[in-house]
C-alpha cells in the first residue's frame, strides 16, 4: 500500500515528503530540507527503509540534511546534473541566506528525465523541468487510479518558483510547466515544494501565472 506524508522542514519551510511502500516497508525520500530528527522519527514509527533520496533541486532549503539521512540509511542521494554546479555552490548559498551551511552529501547525477526510481513496488517517475533551477525536476507517482506530483518550486499553489537566482530563467519554467505538469489528468495532486498542496486542474483554471492572454 502506498503512503505519502508531507513535513515542513527547515526556517523556510521546505515541504519535505515521504513516499512509502508500508507492506515491503520501503520509502523515497524527497527534498530532506532540514530538521533530521523529525523526518527519522516518522521513518522509525512507520517501520520504513529509506531506498532512494531524491532532490526536487539544489537550493539550500531542500538538501539541508540529505548528509545525516544519508549516513544514516546508506541510500542513494541524487539530483539532476543540471544542478550539480548549485550544490557545489552551497556555501554561497547559505551566505546569502544566512544559513548554516549543511554536511555535503554524496550526490550521484542519477536523475534523468523519463527516468525511474522504484522502493518495494512503488515507482515513482523522474520528470526533468528546467526553470527554476537548470536540473530543477518533479516526481510523479500513480496508484489506484490517483496521481500525485511532487514539484519542488516548480510550481505552486496560485504561483511558479522564481527564476531570479542562478541559472534560471522563466521562459523555461513555463515552458516545462505547461508541456511536462499542465498534461497531467486535472485531479492529479501537486505537492509543492512550500505552502499547501494543489491539483493540475486548479492551477491549470486559475493559476495567474498559466492564464494565457
Ligand atoms: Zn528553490
Ligand atoms: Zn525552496
Not at 539532476?80 to 550544490?87: A, I, M, P, Q, S
Not at 496508484?143 to 506530483?149: E, F, I, K, L, N
Request: aromatic content about 4%; some cysteine.
Amino acid at each position: 500500500m502506498l503512503h505519502v506524508e508531507t513535513l515542513t522542514v527547515g526556517p523556510l519551510g521546505c515541504n519535505c515528503s515521504i513516499v512509502a511502500d508500508v507492506d515491503a516497508k520501503r520509502a523515497i525520500v524527497v527534498d530532506p530540507g532540514g530538521n533530521y530528527p523529525a523526518i527519522r522519527a516518522r521513518l522509525e514509527v512507520l517501520g520504513l527503509s529509506v531506498s532512494a533520496i531524491v532532490h526536487t533541486h539544489t537550493h539550500i532549503d531542500h538538501v539541508g540534511c540529505t548528509a545525516e539521512l544519508q549516513r544514516a540509511s546508506g541510500a542513494p542521494a541524487s539530483i539532476h546534473e543540471g544542478d550539480r554546479f548549485l550544490y557545489d555552490l552551497l556555501p554561497v548559498q547559505a551566505q546569502m541566506l544566512g544559513t548554516e551551511l549543511p554536511v555535503i552529501a554524496e550526490m550521484d547525477g542519477a536523475l534523468v528525465d523519463g527516468g525511474s526510481l522504484r522502493a518495494g513496488s512503488l515507482e515513482m517517475g523522474v520528470v526533468h523541468t528546467p526553470g527554476h533551477t537548470p536540473g530543477s525536476c518533479c516526481f510523479v507517482v500513480s496508484d489506484a487510479g490517483r496521481t500525485r506530483v511532487f514539484a519542488g518550486d516548480t510550481l505552486f499553489r496560485g504561483s511558479i518558483g522564481r527564476t531570479d537566482l542562478w541559472g534560471g530563467d522563466q521562459n523555461a519554467i513555463l515552458s516545462s510547466i505547461r508541456s511536462k505538469l499542465l498534461s497531467l489528468p486535472d485531479d492529479a495532486v501537486v505537492v509543492a515544494g512550500h505552502g499547501p498542496s494543489t491539483t493540475i486542474g486548479d492551477e491549470r483554471a486559475r493559476n495567474p501565472f498559466l492564464q494565457r492572454r
